[in-house]
């Protein structure tokens, strides 16, 4: 599949916020300042949910009018949004100082990996063959002006 910088799929935004939320949370595993951890964290929390409520909406939605392979599909990966969702919420109530923060961070990267992968190998497949690219870059515009819309105070 061809994509141009001008008119990017689907794939390609959720490929780039992958990439974007992955280098978040690498700032943040390495952060030592308590106050910049705290930012860290707000910004990572806020990006996620954008990016979650997003493919919600939009991407997944695909699945929810296909066959039970794909609505198993979306199943799980609302499954996963779900598990770090309730990880947010525990990093939510710590301090970047707590005892347990680190790990928490390093669980809750190990869980945004695990559903990059999972969307990036199972999902794109499975959406590359309902939608040809004129659909994939219309998409990637609804997605956009989701996201947009979503309010980062919404997103706690």
């Known amino acids: 599949m061809i994509e141009s910088a001008q008119d990017p799929t689907i794939y390609q935004v959720i490929r780039d916020q992958h990439r974007a939320i992955a280098e978040q949370l690498d700032a943040l595993s390495r952060e030592q300042d308590v106050a910049r951890g705290q930012q ?13 409520r997003a493919e919600e909406a939009v991407f997944y939605d695909i699945f929810a009018r296909g066959d039970a392979e794909g609505k198993a ?21 710590m301090r970047a100082d707590d005892a347990e923060w680190g790990a928490k961070i ?20 499975a959406v590359e063959e309902l939608l ?25």
Do not use: G, I, M, Y
């Open 40 to 52: 860290l964290f707000a910004e990572v929390r806020d990006a996620l949910e954008r990016h979650a």
């Open 132 to 156: 040809d690219d004129d659909q994939a870059r219309t998409l990637a515009e609804t997605f956009e002006a989701l996201q947009s819309r979503v309010e980062p105070e919404a997103a706690a």
């Open 73 to 93: 599909l979306a199943k799980d990966a609302e499954r996963d949004h779900s598990q770090v969702r309730q990880q947010l919420a525990e990093l939510e109530a």
């Open 106 to 125: 390093e669980a809750l990267t190990r869980s945004v990996t695990e559903h990059v992968e999972f969307e990036e190998d199972k999902l794109f497949a």
